[in-house]
DNA sequence: CAAATGTAGTTGCTTTTGTCAACTATATTT
DNA sequence: AAATATAGTTGACAAAAGCAACTACATTTG
């Protein structure tokens, strides 16, 4: 019985995995998809964050977005601030540069769901946000049976 | 105008993409993401497909194809069986063991699933169905603005 | 038909992405 | 002060993916 369900929401998973794929081809800028993730990251909290923060948010390996962050860094994209209280963190931030070049991205991949959408009627679009929002709440709600 | 609906997209993609993610972590499988989607591919396929369709279907690199086809076959996953009309083509099939072990995965992707929905009450459940057959349907039905 | 062109798949080489463990430096606990 | 813990770095490596040249077979075209 429930497992009905279960195949329909795998389905849906399917589905809209190609859906996402479809728009992560906005990657074919010059940075990767985790480099994209951390200046979204950054972007969204400007008082700045530490490493270890980002190794939770985006579970990554602590090695690998050492290297990551001495990268971009390198490309002054963001800056890095050693806290005076602990010497061993660093608050992260994005540069102008890094700020300009995420809110670069992010247009672009505003500019191709709006793309997108352009094929759908109001109507649909209301509905589909409409669902998606709901889906959300579902999820969002989950700990109240 | 429009642009708040694209906004409101782009965050339930954000999300789903994390709910996906969560998912995702069946692959600790010996499998890699990359080999799963080709087991899937052929098992829903059984009469056969070609590495070309695989390419097409999957947005793959021939070259990376070829070898992780032939690392299936050297673990006896697949079948390859040369075309009789064409002998540039393959036949690309599950081996029995290759379909014991899709099948393994899958039911441990459902039951990942499942276990997750027991958080959900059944109202939840069939309201979360209803609203992701709603978004495919949208999606499908698209070219008719 | 023979030459040219096209297609399916393979191979060698490289780059990108990610993992793991050991290490340094600083902080905290005992 | 010694032991333990935490933040981040580094080296070595493995896995995933991409690119281009190549082989073998097929199809087209003069």
Redesign the pocket.
Known sequence: MIDEYVARIRAFNRFYTSIIGLLDQY?DSEF????VRIMFELHHHPDGM??????DLL????????????NLEKKRLIL?KQ??????????QLSSKGSDDFLGLNNASQAQVKDILSKFTEADIMNLTGHMEAIRNIFDNRPHK
């Open positions: 990657l990767s998809l985790t480099e530490t490493a270890s923060d980002l190794i579970n990554l390996d602590k090695g690998y977005l050492s290297r990551l962050l001495q890095k806290s005076e209280r602990d010497g061993r963190v660093f608050k992260l």
